[in-house]
């Protein structure tokens, strides 16, 4: 069977990011699910290619399958045939343990290594502005084996200082003295990976193995790599660069918007003109 | 037979004084004890450190009131409703509130830790970020780290002794004063039985010195003991206990009803500012008492908020409040 894909006018960016990121997620791995557009991800990934993954809520869901999307983690929609509901000891012991494959997360900035800040924007000591905080991002950045962050691109964002490293990416800081050392140096027997991949509003990065720096992997349809090179503070490496980022399927769509996300809480629809 | 725990809600906020080590039942907007952060409002409760797994919109309605000096925790905000604590941002820039960042799996290592009993907590979680630095230890910087109210330490790292598995953190358990939880029911005695996630309930409700349960329904206790396995708190664990009906809202409660999304935007909208705030409170806090403020909400309001009981979420608010 050929995949029918959508033409440019009928998806959205957010339609293209959230496939992006069902993409990321093979069948049988254990997901760790934040609130919001991830979870639409992991969901179309459960109703396409990856049907036995297990969904984790953190605020306490079990291998989730929820018939339709959450409002957010702690939603009474989320327990609804999950193999187990409990609580947050339970989502994180398992996450130490080591059962998280992967997970996806957010972030306000990113370094070149996948750094991110979740945290606050300008000095710590004296913040501009608070943001919401670590929550888990850097727990299950940590405990995962793969994690990928879901971004808005703009020019202030991707920096080659982030104002927090609130989550760990493959280059971090050893203390007390803070000089930067490969993470593999300072989680010893509890290294397990880092981040995979960044999912921008203007394509999907991904991470030296050895380096751990970032590079553009597929642009966005309509953004050249230069473009987006110019959308970063720092020297983007864009020698690696795919193509363009596939775009959604026509089933793909019809999963998001009919079955999943019908009110259009995370993903609106695309206006047909 | 134990002595009876009831209690008013005037008393329940009473019991907490200024300057408590606080703690919460919930989950961001989900379960949180509302109608006693509104009395303590009420009751210009001052200096109160809040030691959370997680903060949210209860804790963004204290700190814009002015009754919290110190946050403990990792995340503010109110979900979909409201992307940061903005009464948090505005406090922390001028300088009247502390903040002390940990992880999410830290602080409910922190309660599991306080649960047991345990000296400390310990975790692989974080290494290598910001909130390792040690010039960001915010309660040492403010000279608050006492060894008796506020732990000696932000965290300590040690070597695992047992079978090399490298470097790990060390962090304090969370010892606090009191819980203030929200749950579906509570029997004469104490027994809380919680429907849905139970988020980090039994961890907050055994590490506190006192605990106080307020429910959406006191129930016989005798009803509650003849399926213990479905029990999540020990009645010796909780101290007070009393009736609240609609005691989460605006927040959610798991089979009863949803969270109130239009009312958490209303008030994420307008209590950017302290003058904002201020204004919030006096429409929906001071001069209200519970029954004022829900009927001040008003019955169509309730009722699409109410959940379906066979789904254990409402079908008549648009998903997202939208």
């Known amino acids: 069977m050929t995949t029918e894909y959508a033409t440019p006018e009928e998806y959205g960016l957010a339609d293209l990011m959230c496939c992006a990121a069902a993409r990321e997620v093979q069948d049988n791995e254990v997901v760790f699910a934040g609130t919001g557009l991830p979870m639409v991800a992991i969901l179309l990934a459960q109703k396409t290619h990856a049907p036995l993954l297990k969904l984790i809520f953190e605020a306490g869901t079990l291998d989730g399958r929820p018939p339709e999307i959450p409002t957010s983690v702690g939603d009474a929609r989320c327990e609804m045939g999950a193999s187990r509901s409990s609580g947050l000891y339970d989502a994180f012991s398992i996450a130490q343990r080591g059962y998280v494959d992967l997970g996806f997360l957010g972030g306000a900035e990113v370094d070149e290594y996948g750094n991110v800040n979740t945290t606050c924007i300008g000095d710590y000591l004296n913040p501009e502005l608070r943001l919401t905080g670590s929550g888990g991002n850097p727990d299950i950045n940590s405990f995962a084996k793969r994690t990928v962050f879901i971004m808005v691109h703009e020019k202030r964002r991707f920096t080659p200082n982030v104002s927090y490293i609130t989550s760990p990416g493959w280059r971090v800081k050893k203390w007390p003295g803070g000089e930067f050392v490969h993470r593999r140096e300072l989680y010893g027997a509890t290294y397990r990976g880092g981040p995979s991949a960044v999912i921008s509003t203007a394509g999907v990065f991904r991470f030296d193995d050895v380096t751990g720096r970032i590079y553009l992997d597929t642009c966005h349809p309509g953004k050249t790599p230069e473009e987006i090179r110019d959308m970063c503070q720092f020297d983007l490496d864009i020698s690696r660069v795919n193509g363009e980022t596939l775009p959604p399927s026509r089933e793909e769509l019809r999963i998001i918007h009919e079955v999943l996300d019908p009110d259009e809480i995370f993903i609106p629809k695309v206006k047909k003109g | ?322």
């Not at chain 2, 409760?45 to 403990?72: M, P, T, Y």
């Not at chain 2, 903005?86 to 820039?93: D, E, I, M, Y």
């Not at chain 2, 940990?102 to 047991?116: G, L, N």
């Open chain 2, 1 to 322: 037979m134990s002595i009876n725990k009831r209690i008013t809600l005037q008393q329940a906020a009473e019991i907490i004084k200024d300057g408590s080590r606080l703690t919460f039942s919930g989950f961001t907007i989900w379960r949180r004890p509302m109608a006693i952060v509104y009395e303590l409002i009420r009751q210009h409760r001052k200096n109160l450190h809040l030691i959370e797994v997680q903060g949210g919109s209860h804790s963004e309605f204290l700190i814009g009131a002015g009754c919290v000096d110190i946050w403990e925790s990792c995340w503010i905000g109110h979900e979909l409703y409201g992307k940061y604590g903005a009464n948090l941002s505005r406090k922390v820039a001028e300088k009247q509130l502390i903040v002390e960042d940990y992880t999410h799996a830290e602080m409910m290592f922190r309660f599991a830790a306080a649960a047991c009993g345990a000296a400390y907590g310990v975790t692989q979680t974080s290494l290598g970020t910001d909130l390792r630095n040690p010039e960001y230890d915010m309660l040492g910087r403010a000279g608050l780290r006492d060894g008796v109210r506020i732990p000696k330490h932000k965290y300590q790292f040690t070597e695992d002794p047992f079978f090399g598995a490298g470097p790990q953190v060390l962090i304090p358990p969370a010892k606090v004063d009191i819980a203030v939880m929200c749950v579906q029911q509570v029997g004469e005695e104490g027994t809380v039985r919680i429907n849905g996630q139970y988020y980090s309930d039994p961890e907050v409700a055994r590490a506190a010195d006192i605990t106080i349960v307020m429910a959406e329904e006191i129930v016989p206790e005798e009803y509650l003991r003849r399926n213990a396995d479905q029990n999540n708190i020990v009645s010796f664990e909780v101290d007070h206990i009393l009736e609240c009906p609609f005691g989460a809202h605006p927040t959610g409660m798991f089979g009863r009803y949803d969270v109130d999304g239009p009312f958490l935007k209303d008030f994420y909208g307008r209590t950017r500012t302290q003058e904002g705030f201020d204004d919030f409170a006096r429409e929906w806090i001071h001069g209200q008492d519970h029954m004022s403020y829900l009927e001040k909400l008003g019955w169509p309001r309730m009722l699409k908020l109410r959940a379906n009981t066979a789904l254990n979420y409402s079908v008549r608010e648009k998903k997202g409040g939208k």
